[in-house]
């Protein structure tokens, strides 16, 4: 057990909708980081929050946005769902940027 | 061309051997993840790297900056050894430390 939680662990959805992803980082860590894992693209980061702040983007699409909250847990939404955002969502947390990530089990999203 | 390339892309080996996979990268990093996936999806982080090796249990770790390599050997390898093993690059601070560049991933198959 990693310590990082993420809820859901399966969603299934309609294409047009719009899912919350939620992630709870290791207790002490400061940091959450957010990957899609799709088939075609393998692990790709999104976005990553430090404190509160959002301090990276990396391949997110517009339809996609994310927050860290006071007590550090993270959302990731996703709407107007495609069928092409079927993918693992994965959440990853550290203690600081440069030190080692732990990741969580992952959320699977069917968009159908 | 990608910035982490992993190979083989799949290894098929008997229980008992050992197994040697490898990770080449072209940018200055400051630090290699060793990571691991299994069939249901779950991410594991292995290994941290900066310099050096590392060692945990039948696994070691090595890296070479200069030479931009690092290699996971497994030892006395298992059949629960089959998983993904996927390398991941950590950037210099100021150059995308923040996210992770991900290999595409070895696929290794441990037959009894």
């Known amino acids: 057990d990693s310590g990082v939680t993420q809820t859901p662990k399966h969603l299934i959805t309609a294409t047009g909708q719009r899912v919350t992803l939620r992630c709870s980082p290791r207790s002490g860590d400061l940091s959450v980081y957010w990957y899609q894992q799709s088939l075609d693209q393998g692990l790709q980061f999104l976005i990553q929050y430090y404190n509160g702040e959002e301090r990276a983007k990396g391949n997110i699409l517009e339809r996609f946005s994310a927050q860290q909250f006071p007590d550090l847990h993270s959302e990731l939404n996703l709407s107007s769902l495609e069928l092409g955002d079927s993918a693992l969502y994965f959440c990853?947390?550290?203690?600081?940027?440069?030190?080692?990530?732990?990741f969580g089990q992952g959320t699977r999203l069917t968009v159908v | 061309k990608n910035e982490v390339e992993q190979s083989p892309q799949n290894l098929t080996a008997q229980e008992g051997e050992f197994i040697t996979i490898n990770c080449s990268y072209s940018v200055g990093i400051s630090a290699l993840h060793w990571l691991q996936q299994h069939p249901g999806g779950g991410i594991v982080s292995l290994f941290m790297?900066?310099?050096g090796k590392k060692k945990h249990g039948r696994l070691i770790a090595t890296i070479n900056i200069q030479e931009k390599h690092s290699s996971l050997h497994i030892t006395a390898s298992h059949p629960r050894d089959s998983a993904v093993y996927i390398c991941a690059l950590r950037r210099p601070p100021g150059a995308g430390s923040y996210q992770l560049t991900f290999g595409k991933g070895t696929k290794l198959s441990v037959i009894p």
């Open positions: 790297l900066s310099s």
């Open positions: 990853a947390s550290s203690l600081g940027p440069n030190t080692e990530a732990f």
